[in-house]
């Protein structure tokens, strides 16, 4: 018995050591590197154990280690673009994969309107744009990812608010009254014309431009402006892969694109020379320094002097980003989980965007013949905004203009709210009292959901129904105390309260049948579809005012109220359809229908039809082009199609009733009237458009370039129509105007690898024409702004919205000088002498002598991106700018303005003064404020300008052996908005105030910061 004792604790020992030497004899560690055909090294390319789910994917610099469980095993390596290659490894082996390019997939898939196309086949025009270029960027925003990466495609940063949209333009602007943003679609579901600010761009996993008919055709009404086909993140085959990052910077403004204002002491001077000229011209004699005003007699003894724009600002504001994801798979289930926290503090006081998103994507097979997915996407984003800042009356532009003799504070400690309102001076508020007293807060919360199931049946058929949702709810409120002051109105002021609240929630379904089928040398794919959406909108909102104090900053103290609700909404539906065929791998073919019925239409009209087709011609493939070893491929193409814009009011096609109240019998009676002449023929406009394309690639795909010349001509535009007076109403919404937008568009990619070396190289270049056809309206044009703050025209022949105005062409220098010019009544010398248009020898103080006096839209725009590797180290710098337009800089009509209102720029100390001073001829005099501030070509600029716009520099580290617990470690440092090269004088080229069809003025907006961020990213 103790023998069998002893002999089972003998057996469980060497039982133990056995599974040891097993198990170490099973797991083998194996390293590796993976290159291309060059050498080049292949980054991210995916490393499966055969059989197993378990995998990891390639460094930048091409290796990765993995441990094998079993001697031998098998690897199944692929990337996108590369022909999949199993490797077998035993122990010990260290492997370095080559592999092979396939031509037969080159480029791999592109994502479509509806699917996706190998890029070889595609024949329409498609920007895909390089998410591995912009990954250190710091974005609050995804649409900041979109800056200088597609031709065609203008992004531009208008304005600086935390989180804020940039404005995208694709192929210009084809609208004068329904808008011209491109559409997004995430994940398959049409959002509208605005991503918002919720949208966490971490978890984006492709992004996709359509930009011609073709491509734009399938989304049918709201398809004329471009689409952005935005793809999120799925989990990867593989083990679970753990990405944890986070990033810190901070933000601030470049003395050299901050403007120029006088200080105290020079303005002070500025004043007593406005005053002492006046007497000098007007009564014809030197003044006595005892009749100058007290305050500014003796400007050297001036004892405050206030930058307020510098008050404003909060420099070194916190840029923070936190981001962590979880992805893995097998064959049959993927998933990808997300959480992301960003939050930007504003360059100016108690400004700040914060944004908390969490993801969760899931897809997997139930067979062979069924697949199911579901993506959701919950944010929650808060927004502490300026009161305003756009415009001379607002925070930015009233720091400028501001009397900088007054303190920021009073003796006492507390803010001097009422800055000027003396000397002839305007009063405005304490711009910075403004920033921190007064209460302005948004917040938006989001859900966004997207569902689908797809089955395959009878070997080359699959159908798939998605269902798409979306919650959004949207609070503001903005209180203003009683003790902030208003534009010449000092406190106490009464305060007053504005509360909104906007939910909105949009459905859309679609059911998609699709035919895929090869048979001999042809290859076609059939797509029929139907969708559906609807959205509804519920406002409420309420005002108070009569405040007993400022200490309860809610509607139940005010004693007056006021409150209001409604709900308005859209609906559209569609069927739609879409062949592509290809014959013997070298002529393609597209085509396209959808009839789409909207709701915002009239009773005849409210479906449209929108056809598309394309060819292509991949010359590259033909038997004479077989001796031609470097060309790896070479496409013409060439598409047609109609697309539309339904960018109108969603009630444009109807009359209302509205309220209107009267006395009857001394009796106040309720009462409605018609609000407007209803037009049941009200349709969307009509885009037609021409794309013809080239594709090259050479040196086994080390280059690639496409070049493209498109015409697209919208007609049937949605413009009101003024109407006579004796009709009752003021106009209507009718189809009138045709505008054009042709073009060229070129893009080059070059990217190679001298040993440890590699270099890429992008750039893009857009060439784009707008002009106006037709209008048709009472005197076949449009003149939008007004008479001093500048105006913009639409007319036939000219650019939409040109900036229209007087023509300066000097300064009157004396008497003399306005005697033998055309009459301009009321000028005196140092006014702007101006062109008589109509030759009538009289320049009348309207509009009849203006003339078209600038171009608000670039001659061409460019962006290039260079960058490289070397070992573990990597860079890239991006540049993009716009060359050969203007800007109406409004806001110098006030910084500029010389009877002594408000404070200048320093230029102004070179302005007229008399005959013998006449400065330096651009600036006008003191002594009148006539002919200086009217719409006139003294305040248009050269807005050419060239950003150095983002430089990053990284270092990626990968351990050679797992003792370490994660598998990569990246650091990166980042500059963005580093460098701007302009002749303009405003701090931000981009600038566009009022958009539409008022492009190109710059009346100050939320400040441009210079952004600096350190980051880190872990892979576990």
């Avoid at 020992?13 to 599974?19: D, K, Q």
């Avoid at 309107?113 to 025009?125: H, K, N």
């Avoid at 949702?469 to 002021?493: D, M």
Wanted: with cysteine; aromatic share 12%.
């Amino acid at each position: 018995m103790k023998k069998y004792q002893l002999l089972l604790p003998t057996l469980c020992v060497s039982l133990f050591f056995m599974i040891c030497s097993v198990a170490m004899a099973q797991s083998n560690q194996i390293s590796g590197v993976i290159k291309d055909e060059s050498g080049a090294a292949v980054e991210g390319a995916d490393i499966l154990i055969k059989g197993s789910t378990k995998g990891v994917r390639s460094s930048h610099d091409g290796r990765f280690t993995i441990t094998i469980p079993s001697n031998p095993s098998v690897l199944l390596i692929s990337h996108v673009g590369f022909v999949t290659q199993e490797f077998p490894v035993t122990t010990g082996n260290i492997a370095e994969v080559i592999l092979k390019r396939n031509i037969n997939a080159l480029n791999d898939v592109v994502v479509i309107g509806y699917g996706s196309q190998r890029r070889r086949e595609v024949t329409g025009s498609v920007a895909s744009i390089d998410l591995a270029a912009t990954k250190d960027i710091p974005a609050a925003n995804p649409t900041r990812l979109l800056v200088g990466q597609a031709p065609g495609v203008t992004a531009r940063q208008s304005t600086g608010v935390p989180g804020g949209e940039f404005e995208i333009n694709v192929r210009g602007l084809g609208s004068l009254g329904a808008g011209s943003a491109p559409l997004y679609v995430v994940d398959g579901f049409p959002l509208g014309t605005s991503l918002g600010q919720n949208f966490n761009g971490n978890d984006i996993e492709n992004i996709s431009i359509l930009k011609d008919a073709v491509s734009t055709a399938i989304y049918g009404a709201r398809g004329s402006n471009g689409v952005v086909l935005i793809t999120t993140k799925n989990g990867k085959p593989g083990a679970p892969v753990l990405n944890v990052s986070s990033s810190y910077g901070i933000q601030n403004i470049p003395s050299g694109r901050k403007v120029k204002m006088l200080n105290g002491q020079e303005f002070a001077q500025f004043k007593k020379d406005i005053f002492m000229d006046k007497i000098r011209y007007f009564q014809n004699r030197e003044p006595d320094i005892s009749e100058v005003p007290l305050d500014y007699r003796y400007p050297e003894q001036t004892k405050t002097s206030t930058n307020w724009f510098d008050a404003t600002l909060h420099d070194n504001a916190p840029f923070q980003n936190y981001y962590v994801s979880l992805s893995q798979g097998n064959n049959n289930l993927h998933s990808f989980l997300s959480a992301g926290f960003t939050r930007q503090e504003g360059i100016l006081l108690n400004t700040k965007f914060d944004n908390f998103s969490v993801r969760g994507n899931i897809d997997g097979k139930v067979n062979d013949n069924i697949s199911m997915g579901l993506k959701v996407n919950g944010s929650f984003a808060t927004n502490n905004l300026a009161q305003a800042t756009e415009g001379r009356d607002q925070i930015v532009g009233a720091s400028l203009i501001a009397d900088p003799r007054d303190p920021i504070y009073n003796p006492d400690g507390s803010y001097h709210a009422y800055v000027g309102g003396h000397d002839g001076v305007f009063g405005f508020a304490n711009p910075v009292m403004s920033l921190t007293d007064i209460q302005s807060r948004s917040n938006i919360g989001q859900l966004l959901t997207n569902a689908f199931i797809e089955i395959s049946f009878l070997k080359n058929f699959k159908f798939k129904s998605s269902l798409n949702g979306l919650l959004n709810y949207n609070s503001y409120k903005q209180f203003v105390p009683s003790t902030i002051p208003g534009e010449n109105a000092p406190p106490p002021r009464d305060a007053r309260e504005t509360d909104q609240q906007v939910n909105t929630r949009n459905y859309s379904a679609d059911q998609l049948l699709t035919y895929n089928n090869t048979f001999g040398s042809h290859r076609i794919n059939v797509l029929v579809g139907y969708t559906a959406q609807d959205e509804k909108t519920t406002t409420l909102n309420a005002s108070g005012a009569q405040f007993p104090n400022d200490l309860t900053p809610f509607l139940n103290s005010a004693a007056l109220k006021t409150a209001g609700s409604g709900e308005y909404g859209w609906s559209l539906d569609a069927f739609f359809g879409r062949v592509n065929y290809v014959f013997a791998e070298k002529y393609l073919f597209s085509g396209s229908f959808r009839r789409e019925g909207s709701s915002r239409f009239g009773e005849n009209v409210k479906y449209g039809n929108f056809p598309a087709v394309s060819a292509g011609w991949r010359i590259s493939s033909e038997k004479f082009m077989s001796d031609i070893s470097w060309l790896s491929d070479l496409k013409l193409r060439a598409s047609w199609g109609i697309t539309g814009n339904n960018g109108i009011p969603n009630y444009g096609a109807l009359s209302f009733m509205t309220d209107n109240n009267y006395i009857l019998d001394n009796n106040l009676v309720r009462g409605q009237v018609v609000n407007g002449i209803p037009n049941p023929t009200l349709k969307w406009e009509r885009s037609k458009q021409l794309d013809l394309g080239i594709d090259l690639s050479a040196f086994q795909d080390k280059l690639t370039f496409t070049a493209e010349y498109y015409d697209k001509i919208t007609s049937d535009m949605l413009l009101s129509i003024p109407l006579p007076a004796i009709s009752g109403f003021t106009d209507y919404l009718a189809n009138i105007g045709k505008v054009q937008n042709k073009g060229f568009e070129f893009a080059a990619r070059y990217k190679t690898r001298v040993r440890t070396v590699g270099l890429w190289v992008s750039g893009n270049l857009s060439i784009n024409r707008n002009k106006v056809l037709a209008i048709n309206g009472p005197n076949d044009q449009l003149l939008a702004g007004d008479f001093y703050g500048g105006y913009n025209i639409s007319r036939p022949g000219s650019p939409i919205g040109a900036i229209f105005g007087f023509k300066m062409i000097g300064i009157f220098k004396d008497q003399a000088d306005i005697d033998k010019s055309p009459f301009q009544d009321g000028a005196i010398p140092g006014v702007y002498k101006y062109f008589d248009a109509n030759h009538n020898d009289t320049i009348s103080y309207d509009t009849k002598d203006m003339v078209q006096i600038g171009n608000p839209w670039p001659k061409f725009t460019y962006g290039l991106s260079i960058g490289g590797d070397f070992r573990h180290f990597d860079w890239s710098i991006l540049i993009n700018g716009a060359q050969g337009y203007d800007i109406y800089r409004v806001i110098e009509a006030s910084t500029m303005n010389m009877d002594g209102v408000f404070n200048v720029l320093e230029e102004s100390k070179l302005r007229y003064r008399n005959p013998q001073n006449p400065g330096n001829g651009r600036l006008a005099t003191t002594n009148t404020w006539k002919w200086e501030r009217e719409s006139n070509s003294r305040y248009v600029y050269s807005g050419s300008h060239m950003w150095i716009k983002n430089i990053s520099i990284g270092y990626t580290y990968q351990p050679p052996t797992p003792k370490l617990m994660f598998k990569s470690l990246r650091l990166y440092a980042s500059g963005d908005n580093m460098f701007l090269f302009t002749k303009y004088p405003g701090s931000n080229p981009d600038v566009n105030n009022r958009g539409g069809i008022n492009p190109g003025l710059d009346d100050e907006a939320y400040p441009l910061a210079r952004t600096f961020t350190l980051g880190v990213n872990f892979t576990f």
